[in-house]
């Protein structure tokens, strides 16, 4: 039973944006409402047209749970219906869950107290990624290893300090009211955008390792492509939007297809020496499985390679053919701040 409610705490509300996710909402709401917390707390899920029993789940939480409430997200985009649930809400800290992500459990107690302890406008941690099968297993070591994401820190860990951006994050509602929340033509990396501009304001975002939200791996190769080249192309436009936004890091995919393509039409046409550049990759990915598979089966450990290379191509794909027409749009928009009257 969750402790009474202790009026020092301030009071958070827990915004969900879902799109079929009947596999995994039930546990993603129980898992924050069971939070170490003794602070008021309420849960907004915003619901899209999903093709599963999501709809139906979120009522029957609703029905269960008094602090549970939902608001319609007709789109079924993700900066929508987080713009919706923070419209919906009403405490002055907000904490974004996905509908797939397991908070531990001092979560949001830990986070209060870092934004209270450090002064930032956005605090996050580790995006911790478990499978539940073999191929979710590969995905989740490859997602954790330096070799899959480089040295983001929401990803492999390490520590506390000014972060440029973190995995979903716990904000000030005021930081959220004066950016007018997030930009929603950004269909994917639109975490990273807000973050851009609340620190191009001045505020401090903040990562900390005591932070961590278990998540789960896209279910194939198919669905990983795509999210990943998803968030390639759309941080491509975050470069476009933003000037000087970009680092090597997230050049390194981009560079990768680029030279790997080369190396085998030049070893196809012209000399088979080209093939060094793409069989150099495939040993380099194939090395680098090896630390991040230990502790796994053997089948998992096999499938590590391959999910390195969808994420790395996938992502570099993305990047290199994100229409311009894309950052002209999101320009476009420049919507003005939309939350401050919500409630």
């Avoid at 450090?118 to 539940?132: C, F, K, L, P, S």
Wanted: proline share 7%; glycine share 10%.
């Amino acid at each position: 039973m969750n402790a009474k409610p202790d009026v020092q705490l301030p009071a958070v509300s827990v915004i969900m944006p879902v799109l079929d996710e009947e596999r995994h909402l039930r546990g993603a709401v129980q898992a924050i409402l069971a939070q170490e917390y003794a602070g008021e707390m309420e849960v907004v899920i915003a619901i899209g047209p999903s093709r599963d029993r999501t709809d139906e789940i979120a009522a029957q939480l609703v029905a269960e749970d008094p602090r549970v409430h939902t608001v319609p997200n007709p789109t079924g985009r993700t900066p929508a219906a987080l713009n919706a649930a923070i419209k919906a809400s009403r405490h002055p800290i907000v904490v974004r869950v996905d509908g797939h992500g397991m908070l531990s459990p001092n979560y949001i107690a830990t986070a209060v107290r870092l934004l209270e302890e450090t002064g930032a406008q956005n605090v996050g941690g580790i995006m911790h990624a478990e499978g539940e099968n073999d191929w979710e297993h590969a995905v989740a070591a490859a997602m954790t290893s330096k070799i899959g994401v480089g040295n983001a820190a929401f990803h492999t860990g390490g520590q506390a300090g000014p972060a440029e951006t973190v995995y979903l994050g716990v904000f000030r509602r005021a930081a959220l009211e004066q950016q007018g929340g997030y930009n929603e033509e950004f269909i994917r990396a639109q975490d990273w955008e807000l973050n851009f501009r609340i620190r191009e304001a001045g505020g401090l975002i903040w990562f900390s390792p005591e932070l961590k939200v278990s998540y789960r791996p896209r279910p194939s190769v198919r669905a990983l492509a795509k999210q990943y080249k998803d968030y390639g192309r759309w941080r491509h436009v975050v470069a476009r939007y933003h000037e000087g936004s970009i680092n090597l890091r997230y050049l390194a995919p981009p560079t990768a297809v680029c030279a790997i393509a080369a190396g085998i039409v030049v070893g196809a046409v012209l000399t088979p020496l080209g093939f060094v550049i793409p069989a150099g990759y495939l040993a380099a990915i194939v090395a680098g499985s090896l630390p991040a598979g230990k502790g796994l089966s053997p089948k998992a450990r096999l499938q590590i390679p391959v999910a390195l290379a969808t994420m790395h191509m996938s992502w570099g794909f993305g990047f290199l053919t994100s229409p311009r027409a894309l950052a002209r749009k999101v320009i476009a928009s420049r919507r003005p701040a939309v939350l401050s009257d919500a409630r």
